[in-house]
């Protein structure tokens, strides 16, 4: 039993932190970080690729799957997904097709369903076939983001298209088929569940505020709250780096252990408003934050990356929305050591062991110049 005079430590004690971009809770229990790992363990990758693969789908000029070749393209290249998971034409979900599978006398409060349409691209962010993310340059991230850019305004004025994902899966631990640098574009005709929450929450947020701030922004206040949060002293500091346009932290809610954000620190409805240096700005960071996550465990780091932002230019609730991009890393303890969310997290709520300050103490204190450049040319 806890004596009175030991007090409550975040670092030490359970306690549960709410997302109020979600309307959830993750239940935090660092003193777990303490216990011994006898569980799965991960095979590190030591694979050295080659700048390029004949043998791969997405290098320049190679036939893919399906039998369509790339182009001999030299910077980032895009293409429609040859193995979409949706498509612009299909038939509409009719009430007859849905008493085959729910019964005739199926209610509808029970049994529902739409037919989703849309369109699904992949994005090669580069030629070469032996880099990342990280590995690239600020040119070269900046090609990507104008890129995005130029997807998301050409999907806005499609007026059969509710929504636009921007993602990338890096790594096998994430479900990635191809190691070549890409990423993927899925359009679809209605906004989906998780950018539907955080929307809600937006719009809520503002109703609130209205009567004292009529343009009130929950991500707004949190930027400046996390600001004033890291003035006080860098030991509760949840801030991994920034720059004059944009914040790289780990959200105070954080469910994976080194989860990240990448938030807008002016109200941003989505990246069609990034220009110039706002571009440059963003390149940086996404450079800074994925260098510290691969020279953490001195590996190629593994996450699930996306943008969430205003679901089309042109959606009636864009106005509430703000630029920011979530990274979803699974590793907790190495290269080896994987975070599972199972039992209790698919139950009951996510949880972690590392605290959110923890985990930004960490990666504040990588080097942004990537780890491979201090090995010799051979990778040994």
């Known amino acids: ?53 004949p043998a791969c789908f997405l290098c320049p000029g190679n036939k893919r799957a399906t039998g369509a070749q790339n182009d001999c393209y030299t910077s980032t290249y895009v293409f429609s997904n040859d193995y979409a998971a949706v498509h612009a034409e299909q038939p509409d979900c009719s009430t007859e097709s849905l008493a085959l599978v729910a019964g005739e006398n199926a209610s509808s409060d029970l049994f529902r369903v739409e037919s989703t349409r849309g369109q699904c691209s992949v994005i090669c962010f580069s030629p070469r076939h032996d880099v990342t993310l990280p590995e690239l340059s600020l040119d070269e991230i900046c090609q990507i983001i104008r890129t995005w850019q130029s997807m998301y305004a050409n999907l806005s004025a499609d007026p059969s298209i509710a929504y636009i994902q921007l993602f990338e899966n890096k790594g096998a631990a994430m479900g990635c088929s191809n190691p070549h640098p890409h990423g993927q574009v899925w359009a679809l005709s209605a906004v989906p569940s998780e950018p539907a929450k955080e929307i809600e929450s937006l719009k809520a947020y503002r109703q609130a505020h209205i009567s004292t701030t009529p343009d009130a922004c929950l991500l707004c206040a949190y930027i400046r709250a996390e600001e004033e949060n890291a003035a006080a002293g860098e030991q509760s500091s949840r801030i991994v780096l920034q720059n004059e346009s944009f914040m790289a932290l780990v959200p105070f809610w954080a469910t994976w252990p080194f989860e990240t954000m990448i938030v807008a620190k002016q109200h941003l409805t989505s990246i069609a408003s990034l220009r110039g240096p706002r571009i440059a700005d963003l390149a940086e960071i996404i450079q800074g934050l994925t260098c510290r996550y691969d020279n953490l ?84």
């Open 1 to 53: 039993m806890l004596l009175p005079e030991e007090g409550f430590s975040f670092a030490d004690h359970s306690h549960r932190r709410f997302n109020p971009l979600t309307g959830s809770w993750v239940l935090c229990s660092p003193h777990r970080a303490k216990r011994p790992w006898l569980g799965q363990v991960e095979e590190a990758s030591t694979e050295q690729r080659p700048t390029y693969d």
């Open 297 to 380: 465990f001195q590996c190629s780091f593994p996450y699930s990356m996306g943008l969430h932002q205003a679901p089309t230019a042109t959606h009636p609730d864009a106005a509430y929305c703000h630029f920011h991009m979530h990274f979803y890393p699974p590793l907790l303890r190495s290269a080896t050591v994987r975070k599972f969310l199972v039992g209790f997290e698919m139950m009951a709520e996510p949880q972690r062991d590392l605290t959110a300050e923890q985990a930004a103490s960490r990666l504040r204190a990588q080097s942004s110049i990537h780890y491979k450049t201090s090995l010799p040319a051979n990778g040994t």
